[in-house]
């Protein structure tokens, strides 16, 4: 018979830099996937140009105030979808029992109700957006179980670990180390970082991303998120957690075992590759990724981090450690210092001080639900724009 069934899929955050390269594998293989919804934020531009070209069921942009702008730039294309707007939207299209998978991308908090969303309703839930598991880690996958949701990590570290567990067994997982590599962002060997732009900082050397999760590489800060969720996804204490830096980012991660055994992923550093992975696990399809050229690759090199120039990679261990809920206020504290930076109101070595004045003066206890998660990234958002007027 037939080859294999299409698979409808929504991306939220489609126009980002995670959702475009999606929808790039997604396009290399029109018998297997289809749109059902696309979302944005603010760019109705670019959201309709995407419906036009993909086609999807729905589009929903995030913003309300845009939706009469998004219907005559559809009207203006022909583009037929039906059109929503709003974070309920959202949170609608990313359950509607018409998808079978859902890619979450979109950056930030503002991710965690859509994302919690697929999950509970079980969901293929392909995770880019990181932050939902930071803020919300314990709710998260306990979302994930009742839904019966399959979670398919879409960053690079955690879709290698995921590729190095499989087929290992639970017994075996009990005393493996997981190791994350991190390129070490663009100022791995910059002296005065005080002097830092937004464009220098949002130029990644390996990868080119979303000006936030760049400002977030550059700050080493991106690892410490990463070093979260990967407890939270795997299910591993932060003591067997370690971060190495990597500057090829060819090897995307890797897994240790009592015996010495250490498993790799590696690869050209491409997203395509672990979004198509997500996409078609347990099957493995074309990514349009460069095949990996040993030959031409010269060497791969390994160095420790350096706490002192980079310390947000210490306050992320730090919080993982204290527990309570501050992962949620690490997040919101870099968000809104990010954003100030991307917006020329913070040098960047005010980003680290701010975080941590952040975390110093709100120790909220664990959230017991997501009301409570909402609250303490309102709270903390609150401390930190205290913070940084402060600093001003
Ligand atoms: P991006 O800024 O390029 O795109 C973000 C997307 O989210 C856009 O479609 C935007 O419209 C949408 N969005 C932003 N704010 C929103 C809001 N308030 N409500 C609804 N939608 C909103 O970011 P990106 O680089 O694609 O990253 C997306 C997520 O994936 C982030 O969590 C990031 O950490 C993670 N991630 C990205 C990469 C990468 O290579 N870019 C790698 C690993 C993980
Ligand atoms: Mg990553």
Redesign the pocket.
């Known amino acids: 018979m037939g080859g294999p069934v299409t698979q409808a899929v929504t991306i939220?955050?489609?126009?980002?830099?995670?959702?475009?390269?999606a929808l790039d594998v997604i396009e290399r293989h029109p018998d297997r996937y289809r749109a059902h919804a696309l979302?944005?934020?603010?760019?109705v531009e670019?959201?309709a140009d995407l419906a036009q070209r993909i086609r999807p069921d729905v589009v929903v942009i995030?913003?309300p105030a845009l939706e009469d702008r998004l219907r005559s730039a559809m009207r203006a294309r022909g583009a037929r979808a039906e059109v929503a707007a709003g974070?309920r939207a959202?949170v609608e299209v990313a359950g509607a029992p018409e998808a079978d998978a859902v890619l979450?991308?979109?950056?930030?908090a503002?991710?965690l109700m859509?994302t919690l969303a697929a999950a509970e309703a079980g969901k293929r839930l392909m995770l880019?957006?990181?932050?939902?598991v930071v803020c919300a880690g314990a709710l998260l996958m306990a979302a994930v179980r009742r839904g019966g949701a399959t979670l398919l990590p879409?960053?690079?570290e955690h879709n290698a670990i995921h590729q190095c567990l499989a087929g290992v067994r639970a017994v075996e997982r009990d005393g493996a180390r997981l190791v994350l590599t991190a390129s070490g962002g663009p100022f791995r060997d910059r002296r005065d970082l005080d002097s830092v732009t937004p464009q220098e900082a949002c130029a990644h050397p390996n990868?080119?991303?979303?000006?936030?999760?760049?400002v977030?590489s550059a700050t080493l800060m991106?690892k410490g998120?990463e070093v979260i969720e990967a407890s939270w996804l795997f299910g591993i204490p932060v003591e067997r957690i370690e971060v190495v830096i990597h500057p090829q980012s060819v090897v995307h991660s890797m897994v240790e075992f009592p015996d010495g055994s250490v498993l790799a992923q590696m690869g050209t550093p491409d997203?395509r590759t672990?979004l198509a992975y997500a996409l078609a696990w347990p099957e493995r399809i074309a990514s349009g990724a460069q095949r990996l050229d040993f030959a031409r690759l010269g060497g791969l090199t390994f160095e420790a981090p350096d706490h002192r120039r980079f310390p947000c990679l210490g306050f992320a261990f730090d919080a993982l450690r204290h527990g309570r809920g501050a992962s949620a206020v690490l997040n919101a504290a870099n968000e809104v210092a990010v954003q100030a930076f991307l917006e020329g109101r913070l040098r960047f070595t005010d980003i680290a001080p701010t975080i941590e004045r952040v975390l110093e003066s709100y120790d909220p206890p664990e959230p017991a639900g997501i009301d409570e998660v909402l609250e303490i990234d309102r709270r903390a958002r609150g401390h930190a724009a205290n913070a940084l007027a402060l600093r001003a």
Do not use: C, F, Q, Y
Not at 128 to 132: R, S, T
């Open positions: 939220l955050g489609a126009t980002g830099s995670i959702g475009t390269s979302t944005a934020h603010s760019n670019a959201l995030g913003d974070a959202l979450a991308a979109i950056v930030g503002a991710g859509p880019a957006n990181k932050e939902a879409v960053d690079s990868w080119v991303m979303g000006r936030k999760i760049s977030d991106n998120l997203m672990p």
